[in-house]
T-cell receptor
Framework: AQRVTQPEKLLSVFKGAPVELKCNYSYSGSPELFWYVQYSRQRLQLLLRHISRESIKGFTADLNKGETSFHLKKPFAQEEDSAMYYCALASGAGSYQLTFGKGTKLSVIP | EAQVTQNPRYLITVTGKKLTVTCSQNMNHEYMSWYRQDPGLGLRQIYYSMNVEVTDKGDVPEGYKVSRKEKRNFPLILESPSPNQTSLYFC????????????FGSGTRLTVV
């Protein structure tokens, strides 16, 4: 069965410092991974997908199949980055099942 | 505006009183899903639907029912709610392949007393 692990419940960094939110996965097939973000009192939003290799709001994430990781990174944290971040893995025949990690709360200290 | 709409946003009910949380999307998405979000547990999938009349259980389906009679609607039914179903519920939809990413509703905060 697939599993997504986000080892940190809470991560606090100072404004301007680098950010790395960790995500490890367990899946026997070819992984399709995502990062979702939930700002205070708002709905979840897709932040980025590993297949598109994009950078959104300065965030990037690289899939490392050897380490089964998909860590989210940003070189310089901003206060508006404070939110809950969820790593998710798509699986199933049509990749229609999305398994989420338990989330990491990022707090950026001014 | 493309969106997923859930109603109600907040609901307080008593144990055993049947309730339905509605979910509607206007993007002609094939795939819809329900999640519950609990502190320390993240999001857990309750049920999902790959298309009209096609539904299947997620990770935590006990105590819930769903139906998909129309493509746009995917209601979540609690036949006999219990206090352990107090949670924040999210509906989500996506095109056929979830590589395009889910669109989430605003959430329904349910309290069962």
């Amino acid at each position: 069965a697939q599993r997504v692990t986000q080892p940190e419940k809470l991560l606090s960094v100072f404004k301007g410092a680098p950010v790395e939110l960790k995500c490890n996965y367990s899946y026997s097939g070819s992984p399709e991974l995502f990062w979702y973000v939930q700002y205070s009192r708002q709905r979840l939003q897709l932040l980025l997908r590993h297949i598109s290799r994009e950078s959104i709001k300065g965030f990037t994430a690289d899939l490392n199949k050897g380490e089964t990781s998909f860590h989210l990174k940003k070189p310089f944290a901003q206060e508006e980055d404070s939110a809950m971040y969820y790593c998710a893995l798509a699986s199933g025949a049509g990749s229609y099942q999305l398994t989420f990690g338990k989330g990491t709360k990022l707090s950026v200290i001014p | 505006e493309a969106q997923v709409t859930q109603n109600p946003r907040y609901l307080i009910t008593v144990t055993g009183k049947k309730l339905t949380v509605t979910c509607s999307q206007n993007m002609n998405h094939e795939y819809m899903s329900w999640y519950r979000q609990d502190p320390g547990l993240g999001l857990r999938q309750i049920y999902y639907s790959m298309n009209v009349e096609v539904t299947d259980k997620g990770d935590v389906p006990e105590g819930y029912k769903v139906s998909r009679k129309e493509k746009r609607n995917f209601p979540l039914i609690l036949e006999s709610p219990s206090p352990n179903q107090t949670s924040l519920y999210f509906c989500a939809s996506s095109p056929r392949h979830t590589l395009y990413g889910y669109t989430f509703g605003s959430g329904t905060r349910l309290t069962v007393v």
